[in-house]
């Protein structure tokens, strides 16, 4: 294997309010005497002086004409940790409300991204991507691998450059709009044909290989920020969600007129956080689905009850979201009306059960 030394300058350029772009520039020198390879990548923003930030030796192998993403898939998980210590942080352009950033995310490479974090990233997450890159048309980066170390989760995939509709929503033409939901609307009924053993045998939940042990479920259509379940059926989710409906009309004392949830369609696989933080306009001319951590097995509705939780609400995206994810309007009657005992009233116990 002949060495090769290569030195890479990236910058952080902003030509628009509404994108960066990563730019890179290679120098390869070939040489028979070194049996390591050098490695510098610099980071700097746009009309700033750039900084270097990593120079590190790493063995590499030869380049692989079948796969752009070579050098990153050949780095060892020990390589990819050490990598996010010095890689910069993906941040939202404009924001700086820690509340508003995505979790820790960083750049390794201008190609490739590693998302961290405990307890709600898994395996799933990569299972799901992968399985709609395969069923469907649905742009969706390239889950390159997920490793676990101590408690904390390291997913590797491909870096999707572009705007997200969340910070050019409202520069774009009411046309635009529109394409841009009716795509999103073919990418739902993509979403809702794919077929596993798991959307078969209508086990609710993150995507799992194991049906024996459901995963427990996570996302903003849960209502909160905690786990819940597991459950092994769709009896078993919906009893849970009729649950928390009876603590919000007891701890509210109002709403009994609400109807409970009723399974009407069967279970399918859903985003679970399609707000516009999650799609992003590529670079490539793409429409570009991301985030797939609260993904899983849930009613069809669930897409329009993650869609709720986008903050602020964009102009327009009520609309959006019942051309994209349906109408639904009984269920999402009854799904507000069960908030509270799934977000404020989480630990309240079911009234049923428990008798105050």
Request: aromatic share 14%; net charge positive; charged share 20%.
């Amino acid at each position: 294997m002949t060495p090769i030394e290569t030195n890479i300058d990236c910058f952080l350029k902003r030509p628009t309010r509404a994108s960066y772009t990563l730019v890179s520039t290679t120098t390869l020198s070939h040489s028979a005497k070194h049996s390591m390879r050098s490695f510098s990548f610099s980071v700097g923003l746009g009309g700033l002086r750039p900084f270097s930030w990593f120079r590190q030796t790493v063995a590499q192998p030869e380049p692989d004409s079948k796969s752009e993403l070579w050098w990153e898939e050949s780095l060892t998980d020990q390589e990819i940790i050490e990598l996010c210590h010095k890689a910069p942080k993906l941040r939202i352009p404009g924001s700086s409300q820690p509340g508003l950033q995505p979790p820790p995310i960083f750049i390794i490479s201008p190609r490739v991204i590693v998302k961290t974090g405990w307890y709600t990233l898994g395996e799933f997450e990569s299972r799901a991507m992968e399985i709609v890159r395969a069923q469907t048309s649905i742009p969706v980066p390239k889950p390159l691998r997920i490793f676990k170390r101590g408690d904390t989760f390291f997913l590797a995939m491909e870096y999707i450059k572009g705007r997200s509709l969340d910070w050019c929503w409202d520069d774009l033409s009411l046309w635009r709009k529109f394409i841009i939901a009716w795509t999103l609307r073919g990418y739902i009924r993509q979403l809702r044909r794919v077929r596993t053993v798991q959307i078969e045998r209508q086990v609710p939940g993150p995507l799992t290989d194991d049906l024996s042990k459901p995963l427990k479920c996570f996302g903003p259509a849960m209502g909160a920020e905690y786990h819940c379940g597991p459950f092994s059926s769709a009896a078993a989710l919906f009893e849970w969600l009729n649950g928390r409906l009876r603590v919000s009309q007891y701890i509210l004392d109002g709403g009994f007129d609400i109807p409970p949830f009723v399974q009407r369609e069967p279970l399918v696989l859903v985003h679970g956080d399609l707000t516009p933080r999650n799609v992003v306009l590529g670079d490539d001319g793409k429409l570009w689905m991301i985030d797939w951590g609260s993904s899983g097995v849930y009613p069809p509705w669930f897409e329009a009850g993650g869609m709720l939780f986008a903050d602020p609400q964009p102009s327009w995206w009520l609309w959006v979201r019942r051309l994209v994810a349906g109408w639904y309007a009984r269920d999402m009657h009854t799904y507000v009306g069960a908030l509270y005992g799934m977000t404020t009233g989480f630990f309240v116990p079911d009234p049923l059960v428990h008798m105050y």
